[in-house]
C-alpha cells in the first residue's frame, strides 16, 4: 500500500506485537513448562538446563529455517546478487517475505499461545504442589 498512513500504523502496530510474542512470550513461558514438568514428574530432577537449551536450539533451528526458505523464494523467483534492478518476481516475493507472510505466522502463534494449557489458575496450583514439595521461589509473580 503506497502513501497510507493508516495502513502503514496498523503494520508498525503488528510489527511490535510480533516482537513482543518472538521474544517475550515464550520466555515467560518457559518456567511455566518447567515447573509443571517437576510436579508431574517429582523423581526427575535438575532438568532446567535441558528445558532451556532445547529452547536455544530450536530457536535458532528455525531462524536458520527462515533463512534458508527465504533464500529459496529468492532463487526461484529469479533473485540475482548484485543486481542494480529486478525483476517485478522478485520485489513482488520480497514484499509478500517482508510483510504477509510474518504477520500470518504471528497470528497462527498467537491463536496457539490462545490454548496453552497453563493459565493463571493453572499456574497457582503448580506452584502451590512444588511448595508442598518443598521447593523454595526466588520470584513469585502475583
Known sequence: ???NLPAFIMMS???GTSLASVFLLPWSMLPDVVDDFKVKNP???DLEPLFYSC???FNK???GMSVGGS???LHFVGYKPGACKHNPEVIFALRVLFAPVPICLLLISLMIFCFYPINEGRRRKIQDALRKAGYVFVFVSP
Do not use: N
Open 61 to 63: 533451528f528455525g531462524g
Open 43 to 45: 523423581s526427575c530432577q
Open 55 to 57: 529452547y536455544v536450539f
Open 13 to 15: 502496530m503488528l510489527a
Open 1 to 3: 500500500v503506497k502513501s
Open 71 to 73: 533464500t529459496l523464494v
